[in-house]
């Protein structure tokens, strides 16, 4: 076997049962089958794409008819198999699966209007009872947009433009964000070569200029929790990806300078109360900027994510970011 298969493979024994593996390289042999001949436009074969699709929700540890579905999700689409062969196969859920990724990849979005592709997204979620379906879907965008150059110009910024436009959206609204932010990224450099790579090197080059003052806001963030004697709570580090900075130059007509949320720190705290303390404690050591406070975790998003946002003066009055006490089952906005 080749392809990949083996490193599916390892992923997967880690949290799915023999006989589930055993399923899964079952699909995997009918779907080698059904391409057999079948060449990627990278110059692969064409099971190496939905081998990779596999691939990622397998390390999302996804249920092992996911995975099924992941592996054969074109072969309706572009081989000569019908449904009813894979529910006599694989049974009626995978079968459904497949057909419902295969409905999605038929409708094409065509108008780049806002509304429009309002409407659409609504139209992708309208269309999935399970949402299963999305996420092979996603998996499916991603690794294709990992794979764009080898496409003609014209074919990459359609691809582009649609992920930027109904995918990456459906993925932040779901709280996907590893999928939003390398959907967007990857979005905004085919769309935008040249912007990407300005933006990219004033990042950089603001990471290395600030990166002591980081360090230190983080160790005095450290010490203000321990002397708060708040409880079990994690401190990370947040960047901003390049296309939400881009966005919000562009949107709100700022220089890459004004932009004060380059860089945050994010507290994951297991309690709603907690989530408040940890904001009177950063509050209490750097002073928060006025009008820039949100509070998530009485008004949650659509998609369940709570948590309070704030920006802070860092010391020498350098707007080092904005920092979020993270509520409960809160998930990176
Ligand atoms: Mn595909």
Request: avoid cysteine; charged fraction near 25%.
């Amino acid at each position: 076997m080749n392809e990949g298969f083996e490193l599916l493979q390892q992923e997967i024994k880690a949290y799915l049962t023999d006989a589930q593996v055993h399923a899964i390289e079952e699909a995997y042999l009918f779907a080698k089958k059904a391409h057999a001949g079948q060449i990627r436009y990278t110059g692969e074969s064409y099971i190496t794409h939905p081998i990779s699709v596999a691939r990622i929700l397998g390390q999302m540890r996804m249920d092992e008819t996911t995975i099924m579905a992941a592996i054969l999700h074109d072969v309706i689409e572009d081989t000569f198999v019908e449904k009813q062969e894979i529910i006599d196969r694989f049974g009626e859920e995978v079968a459904t699966l497949v057909e419902g990724v295969t409905k999605l990849t038929q409708i094409h979005f065509e108008n780049h209007a806002q509304a429009q592709a309002e409407n659409f997204r609504k139209l992708v979620m309208a269309m999935t009872r399970d949402i299963r379906v999305i996420l092979v879907k996603l998996a499916d965008r991603l690794h294709n947009m990992r794979t764009l150059e080898s496409l003609p110009p014209g074919k990459r910024r359609r691809i582009a433009l649609e992920t930027l436009e109904i995918f990456a959206p459906i993925a932040n609204r779901l709280g996907m964000h590893a999928f939003r932010v390398e959907l967007e990224d990857l979005g905004f450099a085919t769309l935008y070569p040249l912007r990407y790579r300005v933006l990219k090197e004033a990042v950089e080059t603001a990471r290395g200029n600030r990166r002591e003052i980081m360090d230190m806001i983080e160790q005095e963030i450290r010490k203000s929790l321990k002397r708060a004697n708040i409880a079990s709570w994690v401190l990370v580090g947040r960047e901003k990806h390049l296309y939400s900075i881009y966005k919000k130059m562009y949107d709100r007509h700022l220089s890459f300078s004004e932009i004060m949320d380059v860089y945050g720190f994010r507290v994951v705290v297991d309690k709603i109360d907690t989530v408040y303390r940890v904001l009177g404690v950063l509050h209490n050591l750097y002073k928060p900027i006025p009008q820039r406070f949100k509070d998530y975790v009485a008004i949650p998003k659509a998609n369940g994510y709570q948590s309070l946002h704030t920006t802070l003066f860092g010391p020498f009055g350098v707007p080092p970011g904005s920092a979020n006490p993270n509520g409960r089952n809160a998930a990176p906005g």
